[in-house]
């Protein structure tokens, strides 16, 4: 009974099998139709058509096109890109176009500032775009330099050129700062400014200025000299003035010893390093005055000079005197006797330089005198000597009787010096430069035994005994006298 049953089911799909092809075969179907479908990539990449596409059915979706900065965003029937294309539903009822959509790409630029202040991104940029420069950060201590494309800081972005076609963030580079500090020394002597001080750094302090009547005290942050500039602490971080303060220098005086002289008032208020005014010459009765000097000793090496030394604390100057003066017989003074009230004489005059005589003999020529006897050598004794050699001489023509026959002056009371008087004519008037006189013998007064006469040999000061008929012309005579 079941196998009946299965014989008949085959035998019914075998029927229908057999009616199926019979119809087939007796109704044929129409002509096949193609269509092809071309892609507008709207300035992407070329993108071939699909050809053959047969009628009513569906398309696989082409790569991609890529176009440069902009993202694709599908394909659309339209060109105004309102209705998309569904590849998965659409079907190809006719020969059709299809147009590609684009989104364009932005960027940002971000900017690191290296801790300087912050610099907002920019956003949106389109792609190859390029941006506006924004304003420079600020760093204390530092000058911004411009932005770099690494932070290596190699190359150096060019806001004019540079377009972005990226993300990206630019650099910050930056160089330390520098400054100038100027001085202002309040009509003190100028200072030179001190330039390219680092910032952060400090300052060596420069040479102290100076300014008359003042002692320079300090540099100061202010005009209104309040807050004190400590070189060895005080950093530079901008420029900056810095201002000197003074304080009233210390005044010194000038005290004028006059060793016997008239007197010369002191100077007084005489700033520090200030040079003074030369007063008038005290005057002391035939003295020449010589100078003055810092040391008592009067040396030579201590001489003040007016126009050059400067007073640097109190200081006491001191007057050196030369014989030399003019005496009442118009000769010059060269020696003052402390004992003048008993001996009845104060000075001794020699006669000037026109009344120097040489080549005269001690004794008359013939004179048969050999020796006068009793001439002294010292000071006071010249005039009796001379009265001594002119009693014993008589007349003629020697250097006794040339000195006491000399009017000079209105003065005829001349004679010739002692030895001792000879030293002192040569130690208080040659050895000064004063007097014009020579540096060989000169006769004096006084003899040495029989036959020999001293002479003062006046470049050395010695003594030296000479025959005294000897004409020779080296020996000088240079009468003197006594008031």
């Not at 900065?69 to 209705?83: I, K």
């Not at 017989?329 to 006669?351: I, K, M, P, Q, S």
Request: net charge negative.
């Amino acid at each position: 009974m079941i196998i009946q049953k299965r014989s008949i089911i085959l035998v019914l799909w075998i029927s229908v099998l057999v009616c199926i092809t019979l119809l087939s075969i007796a109704c044929p179907a129409g002509p096949q139709v193609f269509h092809t479908v071309t892609f507008e990539s709207n300035g992407g990449s070329v993108v071939d058509d699909i050809t053959d596409v047969a009628h009513g059915t569906r398309i696989v979706a082409p790569a991609d096109p890529t176009f440069e900065g902009r993202v694709f965003a599908g394909w659309f029937r339209d060109q105004a890109l309102h209705v998309a294309w569904n590849f998965a539903v659409d079907s190809v009822g006719a020969d059709i176009t299809l147009y590609a959509k684009w989104t364009m790409i932005t960027y940002t630029v971000s900017f690191d500032t290296d801790e300087g202040s912050a610099v907002d991104d920019i956003v949106d940029i389109p792609h190859n775009a390029a941006i506006g420069q924004p304003l420079n950060p600020t760093k204390p201590g530092w000058v911004f330099a411009g932005w770099y494309k690494e932070d290596t800081l190699t190359t150096l972005w060019d806001f004019a050129v540079d377009t972005v076609v990226e993300n990206l963030t630019l650099y910050a580079k930056w160089t330390v700062a520098t400054y100038t500090v100027s001085f202002d020394t309040d009509e003190g002597s100028a200072v030179g400014d001190i330039t390219g001080v680092a910032h952060g750094t400090t300052i060596d302090e420069p040479v102290d200025p100076t300014k008359e009547g003042h002692t320079f005290d300090a540099w100061y942050k202010e005009d209104t000299l309040t807050t004190l500039w400590d070189f060895a602490v005080d950093t530079v971080v901008e420029n900056l003035t810095l201002y000197a303060k003074w304080t009233v220098a210390t005044t010194y005086t000038v005290t004028f010893n006059c060793n016997g002289g008239s007197a010369v008032d002191a100077i007084t208020g005489v700033l520090l390093n200030a040079t003074i005014t030369e007063p008038d010459d005290p005057t002391w009765t035939y003295r020449l005055f010589w100078g003055w000097y810092t040391d008592p000793s009067l040396n030579s090496w201590f001489k003040w000079d007016f126009a050059v030394d400067e007073v640097t604390d109190d200081i006491t100057l001191y007057a050196n005197w030369t014989f030399g003066g003019t005496g009442p017989g118009g000769g010059l003074v060269f020696y003052e006797n402390a004992n003048y009230v008993a001996d009845g004489w104060r000075y001794l005059e020699a006669a000037p330089k026109s009344e120097e005589r040489d080549s005269l003999r001690w004794t008359p020529v013939g004179s048969s005198v050999s020796e006068v006897g009793g001439t002294e050598t010292a000071i006071g004794t010249g005039q009796a000597n001379t009265t001594a050699i002119l009693n014993a001489m008589g007349g003629g023509t020697y250097a006794a009787k040339y000195c006491t026959d000399l009017i000079y002056g209105t003065k005829d009371d001349w004679f010739l010096p002692s030895i001792d008087e000879a030293k002192a004519m040569r130690d208080n008037l040659y050895c000064d430069y004063v007097g014009g006189f020579t540096n060989d013998n000169y006769w004096s007064s006084t003899e040495l035994g029989e036959y020999s006469v001293l002479c003062l040999k006046f470049d050395y000061g010695t003594q030296t005994s000479v025959n005294p008929g000897s004409t020779d012309p080296r020996i000088y005579v240079r009468p003197i006298r006594a008031f």
